[in-house]
């Protein structure tokens, strides 16, 4: 007992002396930020240094609450402590080695069948930043303990607030799919509960590790559901040292404002990927072939470039298939040039840039290029589809969804849906190249539509995606079936495709309910199965919902953790107002800062979210609510990493039907 006595405290210092040193290190970055304008040779070297000094800052912030390191590798009798960041002496030798640091993959994939040099593995426990127990694993002779009662204590611990990062609970199977190539395109199907998320936020952290300044240029993306899903991770990457990633809907990266909604049948064709053919083919539509000669004043010379020879020109830059305002430019650059031979051989010399400019801009030309390749906005273009949709790829039925039933005097006045606004990015990607991230990660995928997808698409041409998402949580109505469809979408068409079934979150019984929905919702995903036989699932029958829901809630509440109540869209506002007259204080589900512990949102917005105990109000209402109503009850069923209540007035869904259930 003295000797563990002794090694817990030989650990304590050791943490001790670490965050003393990254103190020291953070306060070294001040004094050179504040000193950088001083070294710098010029403004601009200056400007640089500063931004890179603030992202070191930033980058070695310290949060006491969270712990510095989480485990230890012994091997070749040298001592490694894995943390969140990398932390060094005054000497420069390191203290706390990066998670992600090659050395560091040893932590998580060695074994006892294979210890890959690792004598002793210590994971460590902590209670809100104070270092309280560790565990060995001597894999050096061939002993695992199986399952860590410090990691399982870790997963289990109750979920307050935001996202937390997994960096000391990561699997073996999680860790591969984390440190994938960064040229590695990647899709995870995975089932509730078995950390897909984390996978994918946790990628975006080593691929910024390993190729910093590539990515740092390039950009890395993380793309979510909604509003509130992005708030649930936002403290992620920042807890691990990585502040200049940019997090985003798919509605965030469009630049059009949304004024209007279109009805189901217009949405649904709108986002379908015969889209793309209509709008690139209207747009070709606009290219003309010359049929007369192109004759320019130049002082007291007359240049004349033949009916032919523009036609060649048009004919060339159309084969060659650059985005549409590009391949303007290129006809108005190759007719310049032949008008610059002719002044080349009349007057021997070479015109300069200016001569150039104008020419390009002189009324002649500027006429040719409006007749044969005219300018056009995105904007413009959908307004002309929308206005009149003929064409060969639509039925009339998919014709009349889309046309107008009012239409607006010109593009400038229309007001647009979300789905138009996915179409005018696809226009805009048509005319002029979009900037492309180094990296997209790509989150609850299976929803996305396939113009959604060519808006993923368009951003990440040069740089590779993480895809992350379950077939069986699909609900919009053009939710995706399979993946290799979306993928070709996406342009990755040869992503890998990676299943995680064993869940570490979402409780064995909880699982096991939700499991019974696979057969009725028709993709081809395998079943779930949990690591944790801790948790509770109670099936209720009530004879009136609002108090019994608030109930429910102060029975919640007397456990650690949030609690969300989670119903039909239709039933959230009777049901927060019944809670609220009750005293208890409710959350919006955005509102990751909000000190009530209770959030009572729509089955619509559960995508993603988690919660220690969840109260599932009325499931056949939720089914009915929407056609893929089965695969929406599947996800509400899966938010619970605790406790489950299923209250019911009205008799469950047939998939369901039999399961026992207690009056409440």
């Known amino acids: 007992m003295l000797s563990l006595e002794t090694d817990l405290q030989t650990e304590r210092d050791h943490l001790a002396a670490s965050r003393a040193a990254l103190k020291r290190m953070r306060e070294h970055a001040e004094d050179l930020y504040a000193t950088g304008d001083q070294v710098a040779g010029d403004p601009f070297a200056a400007e640089t240094l500063g931004r890179h000094l603030a992202r070191r800052i930033a980058d070695l912030a310290d949060n006491p609450d969270t712990p510095l390191f989480f485990g230890r590798l012994d091997l070749d009798e040298h001592r490694y402590h894995v943390g969140r960041r990398h932390v060094t002496d005054a000497a420069g030798e390191p203290m706390v080695l990066d998670w992600r640091a090659p050395l560091s993959r040893k932590f998580y994939q060695a074994s006892a069948r294979d210890p890959q040099d690792v004598d002793v593995r210590r ?8 270092l309280t127990s560790f565990e060995d694993e001597h894999l050096g002779r061939g002993e695992e303990q199986g399952t860590s009662q410090i990691l399982l204590d870790e997963i289990e611990r109750p979920r307050v607030g935001p996202m937390r990062d997994i960096v000391a609970t ?6 591969e799919l984390v440190r994938a190539e960064l040229d590695e395109s990647i899709c995870v199907q995975g089932a509730p509960g078995t950390g897909k998320t984390a996978v994918g936020l946790h990628r975006a952290a080593y691929l910024l590790y390993l190729h910093r300044e590539r990515l ?12 509130a899903f992005l708030q649930y991770i936002a403290s992620v990457l920042p807890t691990l040292g990585e502040v200049e990633v940019r997090q985003s809907t798919i509605d965030g990266l469009l630049a059009t404002p949304v004024r209007a909604v279109d009805d189901e049948r217009a949405a649904e064709v709108k986002n379908q990927d015969k889209m793309a053919a209509v709008l690139q083919k209207r747009l070709l539509a606009r290219i003309r072939r010359p049929e007369e000669a192109l004759t320019v004043s130049d002082g007291s010379y007359r240049w004349r470039i033949s009916a032919e020879a523009l036609r060649r020109i048009v004919d060339d830059v159309r084969r060659e298939a650059p985005p549409y305002a590009t391949g303007r430019e290129r006809v108005r650059a190759r007719v310049v040039s032949l008008l610059m031979r002719q002044s080349e051989a009349r007057r021997g010399d070479s015109p300069g840039e200016g001569w150039q400019r104008r020419m390009g801009k002189v009324a002649p030309v500027a006429e040719l290029l ?11 273009l959908v307004f002309e589809v929308l206005s009149d949709p003929i064409d060969e790829d639509l039925d009339e039925a998919e014709r009349a969804a889309l046309r107008w039933a009012k239409p607006p005097k010109s593009a400038k006045s229309a007001k647009w849906s979300a789905a138009d606004a996915v179409l005018i990015d696809e226009a805009a990607g048509l005319i002029d190249r979009v900037p492309s991230f180094g990296h997209v990660v790509v ?25 992350l998402g379950d077939l069986a949580q699909g609900t919009a109505p053009w939710a995706a079936r399979d993946w290799g469809t979306l993928l070709s979408h996406l342009g990755k068409p040869g992503a890998r495709v990676v299943p995680l079934t064993t869940g570490f979150r979402v409780p064995a019984a909880v699982v096991a309910l939700a499991n019974r929905l696979l057969p009725a919702l028709g993709v081809d995903v395998p079943a779930a199965r949990s690591l944790r036989a801790d948790g509770a699932l109670t099936i209720g029958t009530v004879g009136e919902i609002d108090g019994s829901v608030v109930n429910a809630v102060r ?101 369901l039907d039999g399961l026992s259930s207690a009056p409440m």
Request: hydrophobic share 45%; aromatic share 4%.
């Open 443 to 467: 989150d609850e995928a299976q929803d996305l539509s396939p113009m959604q997808a060519r808006v993923i698409a368009r951003r990440s041409e040069h740089g590779s995606i993480t895809l």
């Open 555 to 655: 029975s919640a509440l007397e456990q650690p953790g949030s609690v969300g109540v989670i119903a039909a869209d239709a039933a959230v506002g009777a049901l927060a107002e019944a809670i609220r007259a009750a005293g208890i204080a409710i959350a919006a589900a955005e509102d990751t800062d909000s000190d009530a512990r209770v959030t009572v949102l729509p089955a619509g917005l559960a995508k993603g979210l988690e919660y220690d105990h969840v109260i599932v109000v009325e499931p056949a209402d939720i089914v009915a609510a929407e056609p893929r109503g089965l695969n929406r009850l599947f996800v509400v069923l899966t938010r619970a990493v605790s406790r489950l209540d299923v209250l019911h007035a009205r008799p469950l869904p047939a998939p």
């Open 123 to 130: 994971r460590f426990g902590f209670v809100k930043g104070e």
């Open 370 to 380: 409006d007749a044969v390749w005219p300018a056009v906005t995105p904007e413009q």
């Open 170 to 175: 990561i699997q073996p199977e999680q860790d």
């Open 216 to 227: 740092r240029r390039a950009g890395v993306l993380i793309v979510g559901p909604n509003t």
